[in-house]
T-cell receptor, first 116, second 117 residues
Framework: AQSVAQPEDQVNVAEGNPLTVKCTYS??????LFWYVQYPNRGLQFLLK??????LVKGSYGFEAEFNKSQTSFHLKKPSALVSDSALYFC??????????????FGTGTSLTVIP | EAQVTQNPRYLITVTGKKLTVTCSQN?????MSWYRQDPGLGLRQIYY???????DKGDVPEGYKVSRKEKRNFPLILESPSPNQTSLYFC????????????????FGEGSWLTVV
C-alpha cells in the first residue's frame, strides 16, 4: 500500500534561515510525489511535484524539493524563510496504478512557523 | 478560472438533520473526491469517483453518501449527521487523462466547516 509520513508535526524557523519540511514515502512502483500548502481558512494549494527526471524540483514561492530514491524521501526546502511562509504543509503521493484509480495519499501535515 | 467550488463554506446544524454539501468543478475532470480534515489526523478520504456514475468508498465512508450524476458535480450527503462528523471538509478533483504516467495534480475547494451540535 502507498503511504506518506511527515515525522514532524511542527517546525519553527527564524526568518531568513533555510527551512526543511520532511517527508518519506512508501510506494510500489515509481512514485509521483507532491507538496501542497494550506493557509488558514483556505484549501490546499499545489506547490510542486516530482514525476520523473531531475531529482531537484523547483516550485512556487521559491520552494524546492529533493527526491531521494535510496532514502525514500521528498523533503521540502527553501533557502531563506519568510514570515508569510507560515502555513500547514502536506506531502502526498499519487498511486500510479490504473486499477486502483490513481489515488492520492496525504501525510498528516507539518505546521511551519517562521519567527520574525 | 479553473476552480473547485464548495457550498456552504460554513454550517452549523443539529444532530439528525439531513444536509448536503455541494461540490462543482469547471475543469472537466474525471476524478473527484471528498476528504475530511481533523487535527492530528491530516486528510482522510471519505468517498471518491473515477467518473460519472462510478463512486467508491475511501477510508472513512461511514455516515456519508455521495452521487455522481454529472461530471462536474459531486455532492456529499450526511443523511443523519452526528457530532463526530464535525470537521472541515474538502472536495477535490483531478484529471485522469494521460494515465498511467500523467502525474496530474489534484485541485481543492476552499473547504466547508461543518459543526453538528
Amino acid at each position: 500500500a502507498q503511504s506518506v509520513a511527515q515525522p514532524e508535526d511542527q517546525v519553527n524557523v527564524a526568518e531568513g534561515n533555510p527551512l526543511t519540511v520532511k517527508c518519506t514515502y512508501s510506494v510500489s512502483g515509481n512514485p509521483y510525489l507532491f507538496w501542497y500548502v494550506q493557509y488558514p481558512n483556505r484549501g490546499l494549494q499545489f506547490l510542486l511535484k516530482y514525476i520523473t527526471g531531475d531529482n531537484l524540483v523547483k516550485g512556487s514561492y521559491g520552494f524546492e524539493a529533493e527526491f531521494n530514491k535510496s532514502q525514500t524521501s521528498f523533503h521540502l526546502k527553501k533557502p531563506s524563510a519568510l514570515v508569510s511562509d507560515s502555513a500547514l504543509y502536506f506531502c502526498a503521493v499519487r498511486d500510479n496504478e490504473v486499477d486502483t484509480g490513481n489515488q492520492f495519499y496525504f501525510g498528516t501535515g507539518t505546521s511551519l512557523t517562521v519567527i520574525p | 478560472e479553473a476552480q473547485v467550488t464548495q457550498n456552504p463554506r460554513y454550517l452549523i446544524t443539529v444532530t439528525g438533520k439531513k444536509l448536503t454539501v455541494t461540490c462543482s468543478q469547471n475543469m472537466n475532470h474525471e476524478y473527484m473526491s471528498w476528504y475530511r480534515q481533523d487535527p492530528g489526523l491530516g486528510l482522510r478520504q471519505i468517498y471518491y469517483s473515477m467518473n460519472v456514475e462510478v463512486t467508491d468508498k475511501g477510508d472513512v465512508p461511514e455516515g456519508y453518501k455521495v452521487s455522481r450524476k454529472e461530471k462536474r458535480n459531486f455532492p456529499l450527503i450526511l443523511e443523519s449527521p452526528s457530532p463526530n462528523q464535525t470537521s472541515l471538509y474538502f472536495c477535490a478533483s483531478s484529471s485522469q487523462r494521460g494515465q498511467p504516467n500523467s502525474g496530474n495534480t489534484i485541485y481543492f475547494g476552499e473547504g466547508s466547516w461543518l459543526t453538528v451540535v
